[in-house]
């Protein structure tokens, strides 16, 4: 069984940044696909970022030029570093890991971002 705990989240002014952590319990294997969302209030959960095991990211357009993932496998941790944050990017993010079949999600992080 997979956990997965992020932080970092908070409340920020517009054009301010963040950065969230994802933290799994146990190894990161190989074929594991980790990934960003977010769920903002009477909204569908939306895709964010994703990144391979051997380190390719890839992001929404929504997010694109103001979003990098990255993750440090000695600590099986991933990071979301945002920046130029809007308030449209007001939501819960969580982190999800895919491996195989099994999909396991954090319990999320709050980022609120003020005009």
């Known amino acids: 069984q997979v956990q997965l705990v992020e932080s970092g989240g908070g409340l920020v002014q517009a054009g301010g940044s963040l950065r969230l952590s994802c933290a799994a319990s146990?190894?990161?294997?190989?074929?594991?696909?980790m990934g960003w969302y977010r769920q903002a209030p009477g909204k569908q959960r939306e895709f964010l970022a994703g990144i391979t095991s051997a380190g390719t990211p890839n992001y929404a357009d929504s997010v694109k030029g103001r979003f990098t993932i990255s993750k440090d496998n000695a600590k099986n941790t991933v990071y979301l570093q945002m920046n130029r944050l809007k308030p449209e990017d007001t939501a819960l993010y969580l982190c999800?890991?895919?491996?195989?079949?099994?999909?396991?999600w954090g319990q999320g992080t709050q980022v609120t971002v003020s005009s």
């Open positions: 146990g190894f990161i294997f190989s074929g594991d696909f």
């Open positions: 999800r890991l895919q491996r195989g079949v099994n999909i396991y």
